[in-house]
């Protein structure tokens, strides 16, 4: 859950900053799955608690499920701004223009040259200009991915770069073009 609604905190504030609705929408994903996991954790605790003294000692998991949870609700409202197209003050845009990033949403598909491959041989900071900062893998979360991080089929990377950058990676993800086919120039000219 700490780890969730940290992730969430930076997409929620990503999305606003870069107006991505595919961060906005992965905030909305995870803000459920923390719901969940909070639900669990004070089923667990009930379940747990037999005395006095473990109900006692129970109170502080379930506080920090609550904060968790709390963040988790705050990060929701931020990206539901994003998804209703509600737009920031002005000078929070002035700031945004500054910023050629983007945030992107891409998924793996069969047969992608990106499966089976780690992050630190793909180079796709290199090769993109995309930097991979989290993985959804299933219903799990890779946070932080690293150098040693292999890519699998239906991952679904959330990326931030440059638009150019954002557009190749997703060309290689679905298999429409092959690593071979990027030259670090068409990056450098972006």
């Not at 997409?11 to 459920?32: G, P």
């Not at 793996?108 to 989290?134: C, D, K, P, Q, Y």
Request: charge should be negative; aromatic fraction near 4%.
């Amino acid at each position: 859950m700490k780890n969730m609604s940290e992730l969430m905190v930076d997409l929620a504030y990503s999305a606003m900053l870069f107006n991505s609705k595919d961060a906005a929408e992965e905030v909305i994903k995870l803000e459920n799955k923390v719901n969940r996991l909070n639900y669990q954790i004070k089923k667990e605790s009930l379940l747990a608690a037999r005395t006095v003294e473990d109900a006692e000692k129970l109170t502080a998991l379930l506080e920090v499920g609550e904060a968790a949870e709390t963040i988790a609700d705050s990060a929701k409202d931020i990206a539901d701004l994003v998804l209703r197209d509600m737009r920031p003050h002005p000078v929070f845009k002035m700031v945004m223009e500054e910023s050629d990033e983007t945030i992107k949403r891409i998924t793996i598909v069969e047969g992608s040259e990106l499966i089976g491959n780690s992050l630190g041989e793909l180079l796709l900071a290199t090769r993109t200009g995309m930097t991979v900062i989290a993985i959804r893998r299933n219903e799990s979360w890779i946070y932080g991915p690293d150098k040693n991080t292999i890519l699998a089929a239906d991952d679904t990377l959330l990326t931030k770069g440059n638009e150019t950058g954002g557009i190749l990676l997703e060309k290689l993800a679905k298999n429409e073009i092959k690593l071979e086919d990027l030259e670090y120039s068409e990056i450098i000219e972006d």
